[in-house]
């Protein structure tokens, strides 16, 4: 699985896009995790992305591993 933590540097990188269509390549889940106004663009465009905005990085941590442990393509 992947978390992609989306922020405005993100469209930025020459990497961070490359790596999600490796990670959708193999079929695995993908959250994304907006922080501030970015969404998900290219490979991730069809994926709806949680809005973090000031919820405190516990609450975060905690709303990801209920998505990793809630994912059946993740169990076995």
Not at 52 to 70: E, H
Request: proline share 7%.
């Amino acid at each position: 699985a992947m978390v992609v933590f989306l922020h405005d540097g993100f469209g930025e990188s020459k990497y961070c896009d490359q790596e999600v269509g490796w990670v959708m390549g193999r079929h695995r889940p993908i959250l994304p995790l907006a922080y501030g106004t970015t969404m998900p663009h290219g490979f991730m465009s069809t994926i709806q992305a949680q809005k973090v905005g000031t919820r405190p990085t516990s609450q975060v941590a905690k709303d990801v591993m209920t998505w990793l442990i809630g994912n059946p393509a993740l169990h076995g």
